[in-house]
């Protein structure tokens, strides 16, 4: 650095550690200089201002970097001004004898990082503000010329309804009933109005009421986990798609049979490294991201990494504003850029509503979309949120937004929590102990399999029992033997549905219940498996039983009575073989049709 100074710039620094003032050469000033760093270390960071010393402490202990940005979410004060062009003035910030200013971050040389380290102390982490309690209404500040009326808080606790309803949207990628766009992936329109109609609670009601006066339409919001379901079951490796049809994989499969806190902990990575979906794209209003700014847009698996960095050290079950989310992730040292070239991405039309000078806001809004419709809808954090119409917390004051009622559909996301189900996953803690579900007050359940809970069940209960009974105009449910098999036959067994009556009740189950639920069991089981097979009609009875006896044919298909051979597809081929060698032809023509 003192290489690249002159003599102005090195008297500078040198008046401002009372060296002589007979150092006029700038050989003798950098040598001077070069010196007291070396032998007076310790009494050249003690010249530093206090704000000087917190920027020296938070580079020198986070790998030689502090960013302008993390260093004023975390101490409320802006840095130092370490710019290249005050070299030459008397207010010339000290911490430029220690490193430089490198694209908005201070960076410490790194030959004098480690003797740092030694003499200055790690400074305090960052803490995140709680709150006690979320308010029932939002009273928006007003920013701009744009005034939003107060409007209902929602909350959504993610961590019990999140497992049955990845459970369901798996029943329909089995069925083969969730298609995908051919490019982008993601779930058709008619799709994710199929994983609407399954979700345990219903998606998150974000739209706004109706204008009394009819003059203005409202924009309407859309979905957020029926759209967010279709794309998380790909990035967590549940299901790919097959000729534009979600399949399920491996991990799919098992994930159905038995879903776990562990299976949902390994699926946290896979959605970390996924690299085909970018989350901003559900920002539709803001254009160009399939365009020329498509190349300048940073890689989003990097960025996943920085928000669950930062989330996996929120306080478990406490609720925080947004706001201080955003502030701690930028504190945290987790920051990132959306995109090298904001000026690219633009609002309506590229020339006047471009986004320029904005790489440090688009991260903001970025981080709505993941929170709200990706880590809230796995169950991993809990939300309370608003309508998003007329807020605007960013870019209020951009070209082009006249006529837009909001930025996106993630603007009303209020609060954020991150609960014992996303703890787990994301490595808090060793291991996942869900709420008791044990009521106040027991559920009466009766022999004849009614089932009387003493309120409105809660809506994943609801929808546990919606599974296995019908409800009659009482409010009671009835357990029914047809919709009991279809949920065998998906996957559950008798034993999740005794497990649950049994908890809710606090008692053991009825006898005759008992009874009638081991009866269902039995002949559940008495299928043992299923094998796809022909059914071969022969010209009379007596040859088809001659070809049953036979040493090879015989062993290759079974008699079926009067005239018919059923034959297992998977031997077929060889069941051809083997009557030829009898005289026989199996047309294949007509096996086609």
């Given at each position: 650095?003192?290489?690249?100074?002159?003599?102005?710039?090195?008297?500078?620094?040198?008046?401002?550690?009372?060296?002589?003032?007979?150092?006029?050469?700038?050989?003798?000033?950098?040598?001077?200089?070069?010196?007291?760093?070396r032998s007076n270390l310790p009494?050249?960071?003690?010249?530093?201002?206090?704000?000087?010393?917190?920027?020296?402490?938070?580079?020198?202990?986070?790998?030689?970097?502090?960013?302008?940005?993390?260093?004023?979410?975390?101490?409320?004060?802006?840095?130092?001004?370490?710019?290249?062009?005050?070299?030459?003035?008397?207010?010339?910030?000290?911490?430029?004898?220690?490193?430089?200013?490198?694209?908005?971050?201070?960076?410490?040389?790194?030959?004098?990082?480690?003797?740092?380290q030694r003499i200055i102390p790690e400074p305090a982490r960052p803490a995140v503000s709680i709150v006690d309690a979320i308010p029932e209404i939002y009273h928006p500040v007003k920013t701009g010329w744009r005034e939003a009326a107060p409007r209902p808080v929602r909350?959504?606790?993610?961590?019990?309804?999140?497992?049955?309803?990845?459970?369901?949207?798996?029943?329909?990628?089995?069925?083969?009933?969730?298609l995908v766009t051919d490019k982008s992936l993601r779930p058709t329109e008619a799709s994710v109005r199929l994983i609407a109609h399954c979700l345990v609670a219903p998606d998150f009601n974000a739209e706004d009421a109706p204008q009394a006066s009819g003059s203005h339409r409202v924009e309407a919001v859309g979905n957020f986990r029926a759209h967010g379901w279709g794309v998380l079951v790909q990035q967590c490796g549940w299901a790919r798609p097959?000729?534009?049809?979600?399949?399920?994989?491996?991990?799919?499969?098992?994930?159905?049979r038995c879903s776990t806190p562990e299976i949902l902990k390994e699926a946290i990575d896979s959605l970390r490294d996924d690299t085909h979906f970018d989350e901003f794209n559900r920002v539709n209003h803001i254009r160009g991201q399939s365009g020329r700014g498509k190349r300048y847009l940073t890689d989003p698996g990097e960025r996943r990494s920085s928000i669950l960095e930062s989330v996996s050290?929120?306080?478990?079950?406490?609720?925080?504003?947004?706001?201080?989310?955003?502030?701690?992730?930028?504190?945290?040292?987790?920051?990132?850029?959306?995109?090298?070239?904001?000026?690219?991405?633009?609002?309506?039309?590229?020339?006047?509503?471009?986004?320029?000078?904005?790489?440090?806001?688009?991260?903001?809004?970025?981080?709505?979309?993941?929170?709200?419709?990706?880590?809230?809808?796995?169950?991993?954090?809990?939300?309370?949120?608003?309508?998003?119409?007329?807020?605007?917390?960013?870019?209020?004051?951009?070209?082009?937004?006249?006529?837009m009622d909001f930025c996106s559909r993630y603007d009303g996301l209020l609060y954020v929590r991150l609960n014992a189900l996303g703890a787990y996953c994301l490595n808090v803690t060793s291991k996942y102990e869900p709420a008791s579900v044990r009521q106040a007050s027991p559920w009466e359940v009766l022999g004849n399999g009614e089932i009387i809970p003493p309120e409105d069940p809660s809506p994943s209960d609801a929808y546990l029992l919606d599974g296995w009974a019908i409800r009659d105009s009482q409010g009671a449910w009835w357990l029914d033997a047809s919709r009991v098999l279809d949920c065998l036959a998906s996957g559950s067994s008798i034993t999740d549905i005794s497990r649950f009556l049994v908890d809710k009740s606090q008692n053991e189950l009825p006898e005759a219940l008992e009874g009638w639920l081991s009866g269902i069991a039995a002949k559940a089981s008495a299928v043992k498996g299923i094998e796809q097979a022909l059914l071969i009609e022969m010209?009379?009875?007596?040859?088809?039983?001659?070809?049953?006896?036979?040493?090879d044919a015989g062993t290759l298909s079974r008699h079926a009575g009067g005239k018919y051979l059923v034959v297992s597809t998977r031997n077929l081929r060889a069941f051809r073989n083997a009557l030829k060698k009898l005289g026989y032809v199996l047309p294949e023509k007509e096996l086609q049709g």
């Amino acid at each position: 650095m003192f290489n690249n100074l002159n003599v102005d710039s090195l008297k500078v620094f040198a008046r401002k550690l009372n060296l002589t003032k007979t150092l006029t050469r700038r050989d003798e000033l950098k040598t001077a200089l070069d010196k007291e760093l070396r032998s007076n270390l310790p009494g050249v960071v003690a010249r530093l201002s206090e704000t000087e010393h917190m920027a020296l402490e938070q580079a020198v202990h986070n790998g030689g970097t502090v960013a302008h940005e993390s260093f004023k979410a975390m101490y409320g004060v802006e840095m130092p001004n370490l710019e290249s062009w005050t070299y030459h003035r008397k207010d010339v910030s000290l911490l430029l004898m220690f490193g430089e200013c490198l694209s908005g971050c201070f960076v410490v040389s790194e030959g004098l990082r480690e003797s740092l380290q030694r003499i200055i102390p790690e400074p305090a982490r960052p803490a995140v503000s709680i709150v006690d309690a979320i308010p029932e209404i939002y009273h928006p500040v007003k920013t701009g010329w744009r005034e939003a009326a107060p409007r209902p808080v929602r909350i959504y606790e993610s961590s019990e309804t999140a497992p049955l309803e990845l459970r369901s949207v798996l029943l329909l990628v089995r069925s083969g009933k969730l298609l995908v766009t051919d490019k982008s992936l993601r779930p058709t329109e008619a799709s994710v109005r199929l994983i609407a109609h399954c979700l345990v609670a219903p998606d998150f009601n974000a739209e706004d009421a109706p204008q009394a006066s009819g003059s203005h339409r409202v924009e309407a919001v859309g979905n957020f986990r029926a759209h967010g379901w279709g794309v998380l079951v790909q990035q967590c490796g549940w299901a790919r798609p097959r000729r534009g049809i979600l399949a399920l994989t491996e991990s799919g499969h098992r994930t159905l049979r038995c879903s776990t806190p562990e299976i949902l902990k390994e699926a946290i990575d896979s959605l970390r490294d996924d690299t085909h979906f970018d989350e901003f794209n559900r920002v539709n209003h803001i254009r160009g991201q399939s365009g020329r700014g498509k190349r300048y847009l940073t890689d989003p698996g990097e960025r996943r990494s920085s928000i669950l960095e930062s989330v996996s050290n929120w306080p478990i079950g406490k609720w925080i504003k947004f706001d201080e989310a955003w502030r701690f992730l930028l504190a945290s040292g987790n920051n990132f850029l959306l995109t090298s070239e904001a000026v690219t991405l633009y609002f309506e039309e590229q020339q006047y509503g471009h986004l320029g000078a904005t790489e440090r806001i688009l991260p903001r809004i970025y981080l709505r979309v993941f929170l709200m419709e990706s880590l809230a809808t796995l169950g991993i954090i809990d939300i309370a949120y608003c309508y998003p119409h007329g807020l605007w917390p960013e870019l209020e004051d951009r070209w082009g937004t006249d006529e837009m009622d909001f930025c996106s559909r993630y603007d009303g996301l209020l609060y954020v929590r991150l609960n014992a189900l996303g703890a787990y996953c994301l490595n808090v803690t060793s291991k996942y102990e869900p709420a008791s579900v044990r009521q106040a007050s027991p559920w009466e359940v009766l022999g004849n399999g009614e089932i009387i809970p003493p309120e409105d069940p809660s809506p994943s209960d609801a929808y546990l029992l919606d599974g296995w009974a019908i409800r009659d105009s009482q409010g009671a449910w009835w357990l029914d033997a047809s919709r009991v098999l279809d949920c065998l036959a998906s996957g559950s067994s008798i034993t999740d549905i005794s497990r649950f009556l049994v908890d809710k009740s606090q008692n053991e189950l009825p006898e005759a219940l008992e009874g009638w639920l081991s009866g269902i069991a039995a002949k559940a089981s008495a299928v043992k498996g299923i094998e796809q097979a022909l059914l071969i009609e022969m010209c009379d009875e007596a040859t088809a039983a001659a070809i049953a006896r036979h040493d090879d044919a015989g062993t290759l298909s079974r008699h079926a009575g009067g005239k018919y051979l059923v034959v297992s597809t998977r031997n077929l081929r060889a069941f051809r073989n083997a009557l030829k060698k009898l005289g026989y032809v199996l047309p294949e023509k007509e096996l086609q049709g």
